[in-house]
């Protein structure tokens, strides 16, 4: 056994990192981020919080109440024992679920998908439907679950691929959550095989390399601005040969056509989606289009 009374683990090299069991009712009198060394065997208590912490290197990172109705997330540096705020979010419940890579930190803040690059002092936000939990990163991929994974509603799992800012959907059971990532392998829970009863999960490896998976949704559109009432003509021009299409007009408007035409009534900013599939797999394609009041 490494420590007692501890929960939710994590790991890089020879450091282990997680932070106490937490029981209600009791109080927080004992609440910290503790960090195990494998060599040494010591355990040392980096913060006097309850989180549930993430490591990579020599980078410890975990999210505390600021007081101020948002949480910090915050960074240990293992090597200079130096501690400090990284960023801050907006969010008024804890923000646990996080992960770290590199200079790279995910975490959900008000049911999206967050990035801050360390070096940069670079925040991105990588979703903006309000329903995302469990982020986890490696290298140029982001993955999380749509959907809540604590309740019996849908969900499926996401791959947000950094460089290209490109949104692709890998599952489609709605029974997809808690993925994980390494290299171009992605390991996730699935209850496809016994939907009634969702406690009984398999796990599945979704391996990026494999190219029959690559089906690559695109569109355009022969307006992206206009004032309202606007027409828009959607054209599919997704590669892979999808044979389903699901177009989201980002005003609560929805269409399976190839090629839609669809009327935007009112003034704003909407976020059109076109998610494709076939046998292969899913994809999706984000864009916004501008409507403005008339003068």
């Known amino acids: 056994m490494i420590a007692s009374e501890r929960r939710s683990p994590d790991i890089y090299g020879n450091y282990i990192v997680y932070t106490n069991n937490y029981y209600y009712g009791q109080d927080h009198e004992n ?7 494998l060599n040494t065997h010591n355990e040392t208590k980096i913060a006097a919080v309850y989180s549930s912490p993430a490591i990579y290197g020599e980078k410890v990172v975990w999210s505390q109440e600021n007081g101020d ?3 910090d997330i915050y960074l240990h540096d ?8 990284i960023t801050t979010t907006n969010s008024s419940i804890p ?33 903006n439907n309000g329903d995302a939990y469990q982020p986890a990163i490696y290298g140029d991929w982001i993955v999380y679950t749509i959907g809540d994974p604590y309740s019996g509603g849908s969900k499926d799992i996401y791959i947000y691929e950094i460089s290209a800012a490109r949104t692709t959907r890998i599952t489609t059971s709605d029974l ?19 939907p009634d009863f969702e406690e009984v999960r398999d796990i ?57 035409v669809h009327t935007y009534l009112s003034a704003g900013n909407y976020t059109a989606c076109l998610t494709v599939s076939n046998a292969n797999g899913t994809d999706s394609k984000l864009a916004t289009i501008n409507v403005r009041n008339k003068c």
Do not use: H, M
């Open 31 to 37: 609440d910290g981020v503790y960090l195990y060394n």
């Open 69 to 71: 109705n948002g949480y």
């Open 78 to 85: 293992i090597s200079t024992q130096q501690t400090g705020t």
């Open 95 to 127: 923000e646990s679920e996080l992960d770290i890579c590199g200079n790279a930190v995910v975490w959900t803040e008000s049911g999206n998908v967050y990035i801050y690059d360390i070096a940069s002092y670079k925040t991105t936000q990588v979703t």
């Open 176 to 194: 997809a959550f808690a993925p994980s990532v390494y290299g171009d392998k992605i390991v996730y829970a699935d209850c496809r095989n016994d």
């Open 204 to 260: 599945y490896l979704y391996d990026l390399s494999n190219t029959s998976n690559n089906i690559v949704a695109n569109f355009t559109s022969n307006v992206i601005s206009g004032t309202a009432p606007l027409n828009v003509s959607f054209s599919d021009t997704s590669e892979g040969t999808p044979n389903t299409w699901y177009w989201d007009f980002g005003d609560g408007a929805i269409s399976n056509e190839q090629y839609p």
